[in-house]
């Protein structure tokens, strides 16, 4: 089978650092993906991990270390509109689909 | 960049209803499209595996003759629930990609469904 554990919430203030860990455990796997999703909205895309190491755009960066199947999301200078559910995906399996993680809420307080 | 219209974005009915949702992909040939589901504060969980002109791949406990999906086109996929009751009010999400399992999925806007 196939699971992607992540913290459920974090909360931090404007301007912070925060980073979400994301484990996995898959059966094939072709990379590690980021997705923003805001409340009532479709998830989208922030970055994506094929090979080991630091991907960076902008104020998000995400890392992976393959050989420990572990990711994390970055997200520096946070702002309000920063407060939403981030999920790490994984594109695995024998179609390669993308299944996503348990998600983490990130709440920014002023 | 790839756009996947999702229609409707909401609707309501009334139970035993049959709903139906259609996934067109704008400006590329989806040769493949995913249908999710996600309950309220909850994660996307992967309903079905669709490639055109193909029975489409359910995953374990989504019951395919209560979900029905159709992809007869390299544009539009539909996914219909049958005789919907309240358990199956949820937000409905497609996603598709182009041809080559290395490439990219590309989400609709989804659908909330909620079953009175």
């Known amino acids: 089978g196939q699971s992607l554990e992540q913290p459920s919430e974090v909360t931090a203030v404007e301007g912070a650092i925060v980073q979400i860990n994301c484990t996995y455990q898959?059966?094939?796997?072709?990379?590690l993906s980021w997705y923003q999703q805001h409340d009532g909205g479709a998830p989208t895309f922030l970055s994506y991990n094929g090979l080991d190491g630091l991907e960076e755009t902008g104020r998000f960066s995400s890392f992976l270390s393959r050989s420990d199947s572990y990711g994390y999301l970055l997200l520096q200078e946070l702002q309000m509109k920063d407060s939403a559910s981030y999920f790490c995906a994984v594109y695995g399996g024998a179609t390669n689909k993308l299944i996503f993680g348990t998600g983490t809420l990130l709440a920014v307080q002023p | 960049g790839a756009v996947v219209s999702q229609h409707p974005s909401w609707v309501i009915c009334k139970s035993g209803t049959s709903v139906k949702i259609e996934c067109r992909s704008l400006?590329?040939?989806?040769?493949?499209m995913f249908w999710y589901r996600q309950f309220p504060k909850q994660s996307l969980m992967l309903m079905a595996t669709?490639?055109?002109?193909?029975?489409?791949?359910?995953e374990q406990g989504v019951e395919k003759d209560k979900f029905l999906i159709n992809h007869a086109s390299l544009t539009l996929s539909t996914l219909t629930v049958t005789s919907a009751h309240p358990e199956d009010s949820s937000f409905y999400i497609c996603?598709?990609?182009?041809?080559?399992?290395?490439?990219?999925?590309?989400f609709g806007d989804g659908t909330r469904l909620s079953i009175l």
């Open positions: 669709s490639n055109e002109g193909s029975k489409a791949t359910y």
């Open positions: 996603s598709a990609r182009g041809a080559g399992s290395n490439q990219p999925q590309h």
């Open positions: 400006d590329f040939q989806a040769t493949t």
């Open positions: 898959t059966s094939g796997f072709y990379g």
